[in-house]
């Protein structure tokens, strides 16, 4: 995936933090960043989720319009 530059403002306190944590796991501070990040967001979950599904996109599509149409009809 593409990485683009992103300006945030963050505590001192957790930004020391994640300096602390990247140097502990000889990594860059926006490794640990993106992970918290992703984490949080559940990136992760999806993740295994996605791994373990048999589904062609197509199908999974089908799937998640049929159950649209049908919360819809309701």
Request: glycine fraction near 2%.
């Amino acid at each position: 995936m593409a990485k683009r530059k992103a300006t945030i403002y963050i505590e001192d306190e957790v930004l020391r933090a994640a300096k602390v944590w990247a140097a502990r796991t000889d990594r860059r501070e926006y490794e640990v960043v993106e992970d918290a990040l992703r984490a949080y967001l559940g990136f992760g979950f999806l993740e295994e989720i996605w791994s373990r599904s048999n589904l062609s996109e197509a199908e999974a599509n089908r799937i998640a319009y049929e159950e649209l149409d049908a919360a819809r009809a309701e």
